[in-house]
């Protein structure tokens, strides 16, 4: 067998486009452009296709283990929006988990900087998630599962990573990092995911592939 070294470079984000912005500010837009009422305490969003590998239902029921006033931004459309819909009616949770639809992309920065934590709660079929990094672009912490590059990417000050299809775990998860340093977070994907970064490190890839 030969022995073969296998280089592997991540996905990158505009650290351009997805910065940190005013909060307070970006919460108001928020309100006026969805026409939707934000938590004083603690406001989640998941950005991406309503699909059942995504593992969003068990998103959905970690709402009931959170405080009354939780609100989670579901911002994406797909096959699982009617089923989604009909769990968040059978929970009681109506007020508590809203549906924005499709967002353009260039409105996700403003989007995303109204929040307080990010949740990608896959449970199969994920692989390097672009709107992980965006979101950590902008300081979100990260609450994520074991599929995909959640473990490789998600450090203890960056987030946290959970078991897949465990509402509790994925609420203490929530509770754990809702408050994390996001300046930390955001030099972490600044120094690590940024295009600049990531552009580097293909050309060092190619490089070495040349001089063999």
């Excluded at 769990?87 to 549906?99: Q, T, Y």
Aim: proline share 5%.
């Amino acid at each position: 067998m030969i022995n073969k070294k296998i280089n592997v470079v991540p996905n990158g984000v505009n650290t351009n486009q997805f910065r940190p912005l005013n909060k307070e500010e970006q919460r108001k837009w928020v309100e006026n452009y969805f026409g939707v009422c934000l938590s004083s305490e603690l406001n989640i969003i998941n950005v991406g296709r309503l699909s059942q590998e995504k593992g969003l239902r068990y998103l959905v029921k970690s709402v009931a283990y959170l405080t009354p006033t939780t609100r989670l931004f579901l911002a994406g459309d797909g096959p699982e929006k009617k089923e989604l819909k009909k769990l968040v009616g059978k929970l009681e949770l109506d007020n508590n988990v809203i549906f924005l639809g499709k967002i353009a992309h260039e409105k996700l920065p403003e989007l995303l900087n109204a929040m307080d934590v990010f949740v990608l709660p896959a449970i199969s079929m994920e692989g390097f998630s672009n709107s992980m990094l965006e979101a950590m672009a902008c300081g979100l912490p990260i609450v994520t599962t074991p599929i995909g590059a959640g473990p490789e990417v998600i450090k203890e000050e960056i987030g946290v990573v959970v078991e897949t299809k465990n509402p509790k775990k994925m609420a203490d998860g929530i509770i754990k990092c809702r408050n994390l340093d996001r300046k930390k977070i955001r030099e972490y994907v600044v120094e690590n995911f940024s295009f600049g970064v990531v552009a580097n490190l293909v050309y060092d890839l190619y490089i070495v592939c040349w001089a063999v």
